[in-house]
């Protein structure tokens, strides 16, 4: 496919280098001593509106620090490479920047002879916070407020035709302003113990910075929305300077034309696609698209980019309220991707840096990501694109719920901004506008307005509506539960889809690994990778077999990465260990996948009948589960037992008391008295109408090799299990005694037979 990412970029001149040299980063990535010095991070930033010209300014500038309300500075005492984060290693910086400061950058360039004549853009990828650009000592038009959209300047009539000067200004004042800040915060630059969930500020320019030429009506953007209903791909080419011309936009496929339509600009054109091959993490199918801006028949500018033909929706299967990717319910299982780095704090050290992460989610078998509260590159969405990772897109929360309609407008044009700028990625398939309350306010009429701007997806009105004094606005398209470790239950309602938009964090620390050796922390610390496996398995394996079948479309887990001090990652924080089994998690997690495609039936047991539960464990399977002064043992019975042991060993098999499409237990000689689990011990008890006991007696069911396994109502994933003739509810990977992995899944499954007391 053709993106333009291979053209030659048009040489500027480079500050001198003599005098930079980077500072250690506290933990090494594989990629950190590969960055190049003078250009970094070379490839074409803009993968979706390519040009063959331009010219990288990434690279050794020269670097001040004032106080805030400072004017330019008189000298540039030091270097910083760019496009890192002030506080990162591979800056060259590294120090603390707060919002009594104000960070300055300089450097010269010369435009290529081979531009003449046409118009000169600087572009920047990403600048944290409030960034005004000088050239030639004139200002490039106004300040630019917002830290994860890109933004640019024509700045043609500030070039003198030979070397020139561009000094750039930025004021971040992190979470002590009221902008949108994710998760960063103000600390000290070297590791620390503490932190929580929160981690170093990136200040600054942080992503590309570079030049390229244009006709004067040109292209600026491309909104590509497929359409599968008809099997066109719907276009808007927007332009500047493009009074009285025309759009043609060509889509090609492997090279061979698919077809082009011409139309205006500004305005819709349906391109058709017939008999479209359709863009799924299993098939990431990519169309080519050239989109020209004609003056009568005479071709003004002429960019590339690339679409694929994909739907999400929600609808309802078989009666539940389902997401539905291409029409179709598939679970969408990811991971919680913070997007930090120990070397480059928010920015990648290479392009293939930014790349191994979604990489390492498919190796895991996920086809799901979920962007925390950070806004990557658009070449993070390249790959997500190219690779098949369905994307979930939290905008950047404020540290605080903004009481000033200021900062309000400004919170929300950013968050425009970020969907102009990401609307045509394929991958992309919801926009999570909140999450935990943080920053909140309006929810519902910020998902009316966010659905209302790109219908074309989907939209979270609040991650963790359960979770730390959040609001449910009621809408969108996902209900959306935080459960740590969970999963728990999330319950879909006639309009919205259940998801799980976190759980998991186990954690594991990896010694040589850690950020602040001994301070690392998680939702629940796991004492080895054995024990990490087992437990991260059965999650997996819980959701396919209890919350999937009850309604849940999509879990989160937490997360890809360690980060700083947190040690919940699959991975460590400098990408240098896999904690997991990655073959043993990819199974789990393409079985989850699978099982939402071809869902097995039901498992039904007969109600209002007794019926006795026999152990299928080999070397056990003659003994049954029984009643013994008030406890849940399993013994031998056979034909010449008791009528006592029999009539023990006996079940009335009966609807849920806490659920219907579950069941109760109830003894065949102490009617009214039911199993029921307490404090991981299963006992034979009288029920006191309660909704505690009745949630403790309710188990549902799920599949089993030669029977039925039995999962508490209210502990989903927790199953019946007998172990040393006594009866748990045990947690698969759990550290009890009782949750021992030998032999779990044979101990958990119970063959429902005929009764020894009838």
Same mark, same amino acid.
């Given at each position: ?50 040009? #063959? ?8 500038? !020269? ?19 760019? #496009? ?65 959209? +890109? ?76 359409? /599968? ?145 950070k806004v990557e590159p658009q070449r993070w969405f390249h790959w997500a694109d190219k690779l098949g990772l369905l994307v979930w897109q939290d905008m950047p929360s404020m540290d605080n719920t903004p009481s000033d309609s200021a900062s309000r407008t400004q919170w929300e044009a950013e968050y425009d901004r ?20 943080? $920053? ?19 939209? !979270? ?88 079948? +009850? ?48 869902? #097995? ?54 609807? $849920?008391?806490? $659920? ?18 307490? !404090? ?7 029920? !006191? ?17 030669? $029977? ?11 199953? /019946? ?38």
């Open positions: 496919m053709c993106f333009g990412l291979s053209a030659t970029a048009g040489t500027a001149q480079a500050a001198p280098v003599a005098a930079w040299t980077p500072k250690p980063a506290p933990m090494t990535t594989p990629w950190t001593n590969q960055v190049s010095v003078d250009s970094p991070l070379p490839e074409y930033p803009r993968p979706q509106l390519t040009r #063959p010209d331009w010219a990288n300014l990434n690279g050794i500038w !020269d670097f001040a620090v004032t106080g805030a309300d400072a004017g330019q500075p008189a000298t540039f005492p030091d270097r910083i490479r760019v #496009p890192f984060p002030a506080e990162s290693a591979l800056s060259g910086i590294q120090r603390k920047i707060t919002q009594n400061d104000k960070l300055w950058y300089k450097r010269t360039f010369t435009v290529p002879s081979g531009w003449n004549g046409r118009r000169v853009q600087l572009n920047f990828g990403a600048s944290d916070w409030r960034t005004t650009v000088w050239v030639n000592g004139q200002q490039a038009g106004a300040a630019h407020s917002g830290g994860f959209d +890109s933004f640019r300047y024509d700045i043609t009539p500030f070039l003198n035709g030979g070397t020139n000067t561009v000094v750039v200004s930025v004021y971040d004042p992190t979470e002590t302003g009221n902008q949108a800040v994710g998760k960063q915060r103000i600390r000290e630059v070297t590791p620390q113990p503490g932190g929580g969930i929160f981690y170093t500020a990136a200040s600054g320019i942080w992503q590309t910075v570079w030049l390229e030429p244009t006709a004067s009506a040109h292209v600026e953007r491309l909104d590509m929305v497929p359409s /599968l209903s008809d099997s066109t791909l719907k276009v808007i080419v927007r332009g500047s300077g493009t009074s009285g011309h025309t759009a043609r936009v060509t889509v090609t496929s492997g090279g061979s034309p698919v077809a082009t339509v011409t139309g205006p600009v500004g305005g819709q054109i349906s391109v058709p696609v017939p008999n479209p091959r359709l863009w799924s993490p299993e098939d990431p199918f990519l169309y080519d698209v050239k989109a020209e801006l004609l003056s009568g028949s005479a071709t003004v500018d002429s960019v590339g980019s690339y679409a694929g033909m994909r739907s999400v929706s929600v609808g309802k299967v078989n009666g539940v309220q389902r997401i539905l990717l291409n029409g179709k319910f598939v679970f969408q299982t990811g991971t919680l991707d913070q997007g930090y780095w120990p070397d480059g704090i928010y920015t990648a050290p290479t392009d293939a840096a930014l790349k191994y992460d979604l990489q390492a989610h498919k190796d895991l078998g996920f086809n799901m990501v979920r962007k925390h509260i970020v969907i102009d700028q990401h609307r045509s990625s394929p991958s992309l398939v919801m926009w999570v506008n909140q999450n935990e309350g943080w $920053g909140q306010y309006d929810q519902a009429r910020i998902a009316d307005e966010v659905k209302a701007y790109d219908p074309s997806r989907l939209v !979270d009105n609040m991650s963790g509506v359960n979770c730390c004094g959040s609001v449910d606005g009621g809408n969108g398209d996902v209900i959306d539960n935080h459960i740590y470790v969970g999963p728990g239950t999330t319950t879909p309602t006639a309009t919205r889809a259940a998801v799980l938009g976190e759980f998991g964090g186990l954690g594991l620390r990896t010694a040589g690994h850690e950020w602040y050796p001994g301070g690392g922390f998680s939702y629940e610390d796991q004492p080895n990778a054995t024990a990490l496996n087992n437990r991260f398995v059965g999650l997996l394996d819980s959701l396919r077999e209890n919350q999937m079948p +009850s309604g849940l479309s999509a879990s989160v887990y937490t997360e890809i990465t360690d980060v700083e001090n947190e040690v919940n990652g699959l991975l460590t924080y400098d990408r240098q260990v896999v904690k997991v089994d990655a073959a043993r998690v990819k199974t789990a997690n393409l079985a989850l996948i699978n099982a939402s495609r071809n869902p #097995p039936p039901p498992i039904t047991l007969p109600v209002d009948q007794n019926k006795s539960l026999r152990v299928t464990t080999p070397g056990h399977t003659t003994k049954y589960l029984r009643h013994q002064e008030g406890l849940a043992f399993t013994a031998v019975v056979d034909a010449n037992s008791s009528g006592l042991l029999k009539n023990d060993a006996t079940w009335k098999i009966v609807p $849920g008391l806490a $659920g219907t499409g579950c069941y109760s237990f109830e003894s065949r000689n102490y009617p009214g008295q039911y199993l029921r689990h307490r !404090d991981f011990r299963v006992y034979k008890e009288a029920g !006191d109408g309660s909704v505690l006991f009745k949630a403790d007696a309710t188990f549902c069911t799920v599949q089993g090799t030669g $029977g039925v396994r039995l999962s508490a109502w209210n502990f989903p994933g927790q199953y /019946l299990r007998h172990i040393n003739s006594e009866v748990w509810l045990a947690t698969p990977g759990g550290t009890h005694p009782w949750d021992n992995p030998a032999s779990f899944t044979e101990d958990t499954t119970w063959a429902v037979e005929t009764p020894w007391a009838p």
